[in-house]
Protein backbone atom coordinates (compact mmCIF):
# COMPACT_ATOMS: atom_id res chain seq x y z
CA UNK A 1 0.00 0.00 0.00
CA UNK A 2 2.38 2.45 1.04
CA UNK A 3 4.32 1.40 -2.76
CA UNK A 4 0.95 2.47 -4.04
CA UNK A 5 1.10 5.67 -2.30
CA UNK A 6 4.37 6.68 -3.69
CA UNK A 7 4.02 5.70 -6.96
CA UNK A 8 0.93 8.11 -6.32
CA UNK A 9 2.80 10.77 -4.96
CA UNK A 10 5.31 10.38 -8.01
CA UNK A 11 2.60 10.10 -10.51
CA UNK A 12 1.31 13.86 -8.56
CA UNK A 13 2.59 17.27 -11.08
CA UNK A 14 5.50 18.59 -8.71
CA UNK A 15 5.41 22.12 -10.07
CA UNK A 16 3.43 23.99 -7.03
CA UNK A 17 5.68 22.45 -4.64
CA UNK A 18 8.77 23.47 -6.42
CA UNK A 19 7.28 26.82 -6.43
CA UNK A 20 6.44 27.22 -2.91
CA UNK A 21 9.59 26.35 -2.10
CA UNK A 22 11.17 29.05 -4.47
CA UNK A 23 8.64 31.48 -2.63
CA UNK A 24 9.84 30.84 0.67
CA UNK A 25 13.48 30.80 -0.34
CA UNK A 26 13.08 34.25 -1.62
CA UNK A 27 11.13 35.65 0.87
CA UNK A 28 13.68 34.02 3.69
CA UNK A 29 16.02 35.97 1.72
CA UNK A 30 13.74 38.89 1.36
CA UNK A 31 13.54 39.04 5.34
CA UNK A 32 17.45 38.54 5.88
CA UNK A 33 18.24 42.15 3.54
CA UNK A 34 15.16 43.69 5.47
CA UNK A 35 16.71 42.57 8.78
CA UNK A 36 19.83 43.27 8.43
CA UNK A 37 19.99 47.12 8.53
CA UNK A 38 18.01 46.71 11.63
CA UNK A 39 20.46 43.87 13.02
CA UNK A 40 23.16 46.21 12.04
CA UNK A 41 21.58 48.96 14.00
CA UNK A 42 21.42 46.48 17.29
CA UNK A 43 24.71 46.13 16.75
CA UNK A 44 25.61 49.69 16.50
CA UNK A 45 23.29 51.07 18.92
CA UNK A 46 24.51 48.06 21.51
CA UNK A 47 28.09 49.70 20.82
CA UNK A 48 26.79 53.18 21.81
CA UNK A 49 24.96 52.38 24.83
CA UNK A 50 28.05 50.20 26.01
CA UNK A 51 30.44 53.29 24.65
CA UNK A 52 27.53 55.81 26.91
CA UNK A 53 27.84 53.51 29.56
CA UNK A 54 31.25 54.08 29.72
CA UNK A 55 31.33 57.78 29.76
CA UNK A 56 28.47 57.93 32.11
CA UNK A 57 30.96 56.06 34.42
CA UNK A 58 33.94 58.70 33.68
CA UNK A 59 31.15 61.47 33.78
CA UNK A 60 30.12 60.42 37.11
CA UNK A 61 33.38 60.47 38.50
CA UNK A 62 34.16 63.89 36.96
CA UNK A 63 31.11 65.36 38.79
CA UNK A 64 32.08 63.91 41.63
CA UNK A 65 35.46 65.19 41.49
CA UNK A 66 33.59 68.59 40.13
CA UNK A 67 31.38 68.75 43.10
CA UNK A 68 34.51 68.27 45.26
CA UNK A 69 35.92 71.27 43.81
CA UNK A 70 32.60 73.28 43.70
CA UNK A 71 32.07 72.90 47.43
CA UNK A 72 35.82 74.00 47.80
CA UNK A 73 35.06 76.86 45.53
CA UNK A 74 31.63 77.58 47.49
CA UNK A 75 33.55 77.84 50.51
CA UNK A 76 36.04 80.19 48.94
CA UNK A 77 32.77 82.26 47.95
CA UNK A 78 31.17 82.21 51.16
CA UNK A 79 34.12 83.95 52.81
CA UNK A 80 35.05 86.17 49.44
CA UNK A 81 31.12 87.11 50.73
CA UNK A 82 31.90 87.33 53.95
CA UNK A 83 34.69 89.47 53.43
CA UNK A 84 32.82 91.84 50.55
CA UNK A 85 29.97 92.17 52.81
CA UNK A 86 31.94 93.31 56.03
CA UNK A 87 33.48 95.55 53.11
CA UNK A 88 30.09 96.24 52.18
CA UNK A 89 28.74 97.20 56.21
CA UNK A 90 31.85 99.69 56.49
CA UNK A 91 31.26 101.56 53.25
CA UNK A 92 27.76 101.58 54.09
CA UNK A 93 28.16 103.17 57.93
CA UNK A 94 30.78 105.40 56.18
CA UNK A 95 28.41 106.71 53.25
CA UNK A 96 26.02 106.98 55.99
CA UNK A 97 28.10 109.44 58.09
CA UNK A 98 29.29 110.84 54.87
CA UNK A 99 25.25 111.97 53.72
CA UNK A 100 24.13 112.66 57.74
CA UNK A 101 27.21 115.40 57.68
CA UNK A 102 26.17 116.28 54.06
CA UNK A 103 22.60 116.72 55.43
CA UNK A 104 23.71 118.73 58.47
CA UNK A 105 25.32 121.21 55.97
CA UNK A 106 22.77 121.37 53.79
CA UNK A 107 20.15 122.07 56.65
CA UNK A 108 22.62 124.51 58.30
CA UNK A 109 23.12 126.17 54.40
CA UNK A 110 18.99 126.30 54.34
CA UNK A 111 18.71 128.07 57.82
CA UNK A 112 21.22 130.59 56.49
CA UNK A 113 19.57 130.86 53.25
CA UNK A 114 16.25 131.40 55.19
CA UNK A 115 16.99 133.87 57.63
CA UNK A 116 18.98 135.79 54.56
CA UNK A 117 15.63 135.68 52.91
CA UNK A 118 13.59 136.93 55.95
CA UNK A 119 15.86 139.86 56.79
CA UNK A 120 15.43 141.23 52.71
CA UNK A 121 11.95 140.29 53.17
CA UNK A 122 11.42 142.23 56.38
CA UNK A 123 13.57 145.09 54.82
CA UNK A 124 11.00 145.10 51.56
CA UNK A 125 8.55 145.06 54.06
CA UNK A 126 9.66 148.05 55.52
CA UNK A 127 10.49 150.24 52.82
CA UNK A 128 7.11 148.98 50.80
CA UNK A 129 5.52 150.40 54.51
CA UNK A 130 7.41 153.55 53.97
CA UNK A 131 5.94 153.41 50.50
CA UNK A 132 2.71 153.13 51.28
CA UNK A 133 2.47 155.82 54.07
CA UNK A 134 4.43 158.29 51.61
CA UNK A 135 1.73 157.55 49.22
CA UNK A 136 -1.24 158.13 51.79
CA UNK A 137 0.24 160.83 52.56
CA UNK A 138 0.58 162.34 49.57
CA UNK A 139 -2.59 161.30 48.23
CA UNK A 140 -4.49 162.59 51.61
CA UNK A 141 -2.70 166.20 50.72
CA UNK A 142 -3.83 165.50 47.25
CA UNK A 143 -7.53 164.80 48.36
CA UNK A 144 -7.37 167.96 50.35
CA UNK A 145 -6.27 170.02 47.73
CA UNK A 146 -9.09 168.86 45.58
CA UNK A 147 -11.47 169.06 48.66
CA UNK A 148 -10.13 172.35 49.41
CA UNK A 149 -10.40 173.47 45.58
CA UNK A 150 -14.53 171.97 45.51
CA UNK A 151 -15.30 173.76 48.10
CA UNK A 152 -14.03 177.29 46.36
CA UNK A 153 -15.57 175.99 43.47
CA UNK A 154 -18.40 175.47 45.22
CA UNK A 155 -18.68 178.87 47.02
CA UNK A 156 -18.40 180.03 43.41
CA UNK A 157 -21.33 178.30 42.28
CA UNK A 158 -23.24 179.68 45.14
CA UNK A 159 -22.55 183.01 44.54
CA UNK A 160 -23.14 182.72 41.12
CA UNK A 161 -26.25 181.31 41.85
CA UNK A 162 -26.99 183.92 43.99
CA UNK A 163 -26.24 186.33 41.49
CA UNK A 164 -28.37 184.63 39.22
CA UNK A 165 -31.20 185.03 41.31
CA UNK A 166 -31.31 188.77 42.33
CA UNK A 167 -30.96 189.29 38.51
CA UNK A 168 -34.03 187.36 37.79
CA UNK A 169 -35.57 188.55 40.48
CA UNK A 170 -37.02 191.65 38.84
CA UNK A 171 -38.49 189.68 36.39
CA UNK A 172 -39.79 186.57 38.18
CA UNK A 173 -41.40 189.55 40.22
CA UNK A 174 -43.17 191.40 37.38
CA UNK A 175 -43.89 187.72 35.74
CA UNK A 176 -45.50 187.08 39.25
CA UNK A 177 -47.69 190.25 39.55
CA UNK A 178 -49.19 189.39 36.08
CA UNK A 179 -49.80 186.10 36.33
CA UNK A 180 -51.71 187.00 40.19
CA UNK A 181 -53.68 189.77 37.71
CA UNK A 182 -54.36 187.63 35.04
CA UNK A 183 -55.33 184.67 37.76
CA UNK A 184 -57.74 187.29 39.05
CA UNK A 185 -59.24 188.35 36.10
CA UNK A 186 -59.79 184.56 35.04
CA UNK A 187 -61.59 184.50 38.41
CA UNK A 188 -63.78 187.41 37.45
CA UNK A 189 -64.63 186.22 34.34
CA UNK A 190 -65.49 183.15 35.54
CA UNK A 191 -68.10 184.44 38.06
CA UNK A 192 -69.30 186.34 35.29
CA UNK A 193 -70.00 183.28 33.17
CA UNK A 194 -71.30 181.47 36.36
CA UNK A 195 -74.01 184.08 37.04
CA UNK A 196 -74.92 184.19 33.19
CA UNK A 197 -75.60 180.58 33.50
CA UNK A 198 -76.89 180.48 36.89
CA UNK A 199 -79.49 183.28 35.29
CA UNK A 200 -80.38 181.00 32.41
CA UNK A 201 -80.53 178.06 34.76
CA UNK A 202 -83.35 179.51 37.00
CA UNK A 203 -85.48 181.18 33.55
CA UNK A 204 -86.00 177.91 33.02
CA UNK A 205 -86.74 176.40 36.36
CA UNK A 206 -89.56 177.44 38.91
CA UNK A 207 -92.55 179.70 39.03
CA UNK A 208 -93.00 182.55 36.66
CA UNK A 209 -92.04 185.37 39.55
CA UNK A 210 -88.79 183.14 39.81
CA UNK A 211 -88.29 182.69 36.31
CA UNK A 212 -88.80 186.20 35.28
CA UNK A 213 -86.39 187.34 38.22
CA UNK A 214 -84.10 185.47 36.57
CA UNK A 215 -84.29 186.22 33.02
CA UNK A 216 -84.06 190.17 34.40
CA UNK A 217 -81.13 189.27 36.09
CA UNK A 218 -79.67 187.70 32.94
CA UNK A 219 -80.67 190.55 30.60
CA UNK A 220 -78.33 192.98 33.50
CA UNK A 221 -75.79 191.20 33.09
CA UNK A 222 -75.61 190.69 28.90
CA UNK A 223 -76.20 194.37 29.33
CA UNK A 224 -72.87 194.94 30.57
CA UNK A 225 -70.01 196.03 28.38
CA UNK A 226 -67.40 192.79 28.64
CA UNK A 227 -65.08 194.73 26.20
CA UNK A 228 -63.03 196.20 29.58
CA UNK A 229 -62.90 193.00 30.93
CA UNK A 230 -61.52 191.28 27.86
CA UNK A 231 -59.23 194.33 26.65
CA UNK A 232 -57.42 194.23 30.48
CA UNK A 233 -57.51 190.10 29.92
CA UNK A 234 -55.59 190.46 26.21
CA UNK A 235 -53.16 193.60 28.04
CA UNK A 236 -52.30 191.42 30.68
CA UNK A 237 -51.61 188.11 28.62
CA UNK A 238 -49.69 190.24 26.46
CA UNK A 239 -47.09 191.59 29.45
CA UNK A 240 -46.63 187.96 30.86
CA UNK A 241 -45.65 186.87 27.58
CA UNK A 242 -43.39 190.13 27.44
CA UNK A 243 -42.18 189.50 30.91
CA UNK A 244 -41.62 185.35 30.43
CA UNK A 245 -39.15 186.70 27.46
CA UNK A 246 -37.63 189.24 29.57
CA UNK A 247 -37.25 187.07 31.93
CA UNK A 248 -36.18 184.10 30.16
CA UNK A 249 -32.64 184.24 29.81
CA UNK A 250 -31.88 185.17 33.29
CA UNK A 251 -34.12 182.38 34.81
CA UNK A 252 -32.23 180.03 32.45
CA UNK A 253 -28.86 181.52 34.00
CA UNK A 254 -30.41 181.07 37.15
CA UNK A 255 -30.86 177.17 36.28
CA UNK A 256 -27.36 176.82 34.72
CA UNK A 257 -26.01 178.46 37.65
CA UNK A 258 -28.22 175.84 39.96
CA UNK A 259 -27.25 173.15 38.17
CA UNK A 260 -23.19 173.73 38.62
CA UNK A 261 -24.11 174.73 42.71
CA UNK A 262 -25.61 171.46 42.82
CA UNK A 263 -22.51 169.44 40.58
CA UNK A 264 -20.01 171.49 42.78
CA UNK A 265 -21.86 170.40 45.64
CA UNK A 266 -21.52 166.85 44.78
CA UNK A 267 -18.07 167.29 43.78
CA UNK A 268 -17.51 168.74 47.12
CA UNK A 269 -19.38 166.20 49.09
CA UNK A 270 -16.98 163.41 46.73
CA UNK A 271 -13.87 165.01 47.66
CA UNK A 272 -14.57 165.52 51.08
CA UNK A 273 -15.54 161.42 51.13
CA UNK A 274 -12.22 161.09 49.56
CA UNK A 275 -10.10 163.38 51.67
CA UNK A 276 -11.78 161.33 54.66
CA UNK A 277 -10.80 158.18 53.35
CA UNK A 278 -7.15 159.05 52.56
CA UNK A 279 -6.62 160.54 55.98
CA UNK A 280 -8.02 156.94 57.32
CA UNK A 281 -5.33 155.20 55.07
CA UNK A 282 -2.37 157.43 55.87
CA UNK A 283 -3.43 157.08 59.38
CA UNK A 284 -2.92 153.22 58.89
CA UNK A 285 -0.19 153.37 56.91
CA UNK A 286 1.53 155.50 59.44
Known amino acids: AREAADEAQRAEDPLPLRRAKITLEAAKKKAERARAPFEEATKIATAAREASDEAASQATAARENADKEAAQATAAREAADEAQRQATAAREASDAAAEEARQAREAADAAAEEARQKEEAAVASANEAKRQEAQAVAAAEEALAKEEAAVTALEEAKAKE ?68 RRAKITLEAAKKKAERARAPFEEATKIATAAREASDEAASQATAARENADKEA ?4
Open 283 to 286: AQAT
Open 162 to 229: EAAKVAEAPFKAAQDELEAALADLKKQEDEYNGKIEDCKKRSEEGGVVTRNKAKNELAQLLAEDPLPL
